[in-house]
């Protein structure tokens, strides 16, 4: 199923802010993993398909809002590998589908739409036996993507890259990339984590877990940025949105704007504001997430070009 580690490349962005400020700055393209699975949830889905086929599993649940990158992975997994996958979706359905759900269920995924005051439960071990009272076997994957095999998987990000870099950064949500990054770099320099969640408290609570399933020590060298969230999951501002369009239009890079695009207006306004000093060689982990671009812009207007 995955007999070559994928090793995605690296490429440096250079802007006069970067020049200018004697950092520099780049860019894992991890957005290039595959065209549908793109970035970390290609990561965090591998072991998990691996150890539910070596379980004889044939369906894969799992949560996530109606707009999840991890929802969309999820689908063309298994419309890919084979496995029948059941999507519980956060809220009421809402037709037409979103370009997301869309997609899913193009990939054959089934969609169980729960109340939000239901969702809260993903985690109780009561709620997730009904669910299997209910439909039968599965293999659960948690919302996000992010378990033990989950960081396994993102730990891979990291390997074969020279690692003389000072600062690892990367966007947030669940965690579970992050704490593969962590694990990778075994205490050696620094790893950031941009949350595009205002849940920075409780996101490192659950990151150092993560890292507790997965790596042999608790390693400290790490911190969350809980600046740049722009107000939470898929809030903007219009200086972001021409933030990524801005990019684009110079590095012929895309960015999407829940994750990654926040991630670099973050780095970018760090490096002007000298919280990098002079000489860091920061590299960015480019974690996909384009499915969402689509839907984005339906919402709100076609903004990122
Ligand atoms: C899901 C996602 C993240 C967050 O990853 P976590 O492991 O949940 O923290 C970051 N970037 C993109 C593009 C994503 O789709």
Redesign the pocket.
């Known amino acids: 199923m995955f007999d070559e580690l994928i090793n995605t490349p690296i490429v440096q962005i250079n802007d006069t802010i970067i020049d200018r400020s004697g950092v520099q700055l780049f860019i894992k393209r991890e ?1 290039l993993t595959d065209t549908y699975i ?4 290609f990561r ?1 889905l591998k072991y998990n398909l691996l150890n539910a086929k070596a379980g004889g599993y044939t369906t894969l649940l799992t949560f996530g809002g109606a707009f ?3 929802i969309h ?1 999820v689908a063309y997994a298994g419309f890919k590998f084979g496995f029948k996958t059941i999507g519980i979706i956060r809220g009421e359905e809402v037709l037409p589908l979103n370009p997301t759900l869309e997609d899913a269920a193009a990939f054959g995924m089934e969609f169980q739409y729960i109340s939000r005051e239901s969702y809260r439960h993903k985690k109780n071990p009561a709620f997730i036996d009904k669910l299997r009272d209910d439909l039968g076997a599965f293999y659960l994957i948690p919302e ?3 378990n033990t095999l ?1 960081v396994k998987g ?1 730990a891979e990000i990291l390997i074969g890259i020279e690692k003389d870099f000072d600062h690892i950064c ?11 990054l962590i694990a990778s770099m075994a205490g050696k320099k620094k790893v950031w ?1 941009f ?2 969640l205002k849940n920075g408290a409780f ?1 490192k609570n659950d ?1 150092a877990a993560l890292l507790h399933g997965y790596a042999s020590e608790p390693y400290q060298n790490w911190d969350l940025v809980i600046d740049y969230h722009f107000g939470g999951y898929a809030r903007y501002t219009y200086e972001l949105v021409s933030f990524i369009n801005r990019f684009k239009k110079a590095h012929k890079i895309q960015l ?1 704007p ?3 695009g926040k ?1 670099m207006f973050g780095i970018y306004q760090l490096i002007a504001n000298g919280f990098f000093v002079s000489g860091s060689k920061i590299l960015a982990i ?5 499915q ?1 671009i689509k839907g984005f812009n339906q919402r709100f207007g076609d903004l990122i070009k």
């Open positions: 957005d793109s970035g970390n949830k965090k999840s990158n991890h992975a996000g993507g992010s989950a993102c990367c966007a947030c949500g669940t965690g579970g990339t992050i704490a593969g984590g949350p595009a996101l990151i999407d829940i994750y990654t991630l480019h974690t996909g997430g384009f969402g």
